[in-house]
């Protein structure tokens, strides 16, 4: 068998050169896909960690709200007792009022903070 001539040696190199290159160029190109799929993920991962933070804050809230707003109701409820089972009623009947329009701008104070933070 004859051995290959340096232009086919040349040849084979030029091709596996060019191979190469193309080979190389490709990897960069997806490189660079993969890179953008990273700063994608990355990004949509701070945004999920941000909204579950402000999720987070906002029930926080809402617990401290609600337990705030049963504590008002059991004084109010206290304030029921001791009206119904007091000699003073004049008295507690303004207290009573009163604590009723307490109970109610608390109420209405809940419902335009939900409406507020769009909740509602």
Same mark, same amino acid.
């Given at each position: 068998m ?18 190469f ?38 029930? =926080? @809230? ?6 705030? %707003?049963?504590?008002? /109701?059991? #004084?109010?409820?206290?304030? $029921?007792?001791?009206f119904?089972?007091? =000699? @003073? ?6 207290? %009573?009022?009163?604590? /009723?329009l #307490?109970?109610?701008?608390? $109420? ?13």
């Amino acid at each position: 068998m004859a051995e290959p001539t340096n232009a086919v040696l040349a040849e084979q190199v030029r091709q596996l050169r060019k191979d190469f290159h193309e080979f190389r160029n490709a990897t960069k190109d997806e490189l660079k896909e993969m890179e953008e799929k990273v700063d994608n993920t990355r990004r949509i991962a701070d945004e999920v960690n941000y909204s579950v933070k402000y999720v987070k804050s906002a029930v =926080d @809230k809402m617990e401290d709200m609600m337990s705030n %707003f049963i504590n008002v /109701v059991n #004084q109010q409820n206290d304030k $029921i007792d001791d009206f119904v089972n007091s =000699d @003073k009623r004049l008295n507690s009947r303004r207290q %009573f009022v009163v604590s /009723v329009l #307490q109970v109610a701008s608390g $109420i209405i104070i809940a419902l335009i903070t939900f409406w507020a933070t769009g909740k509602m």
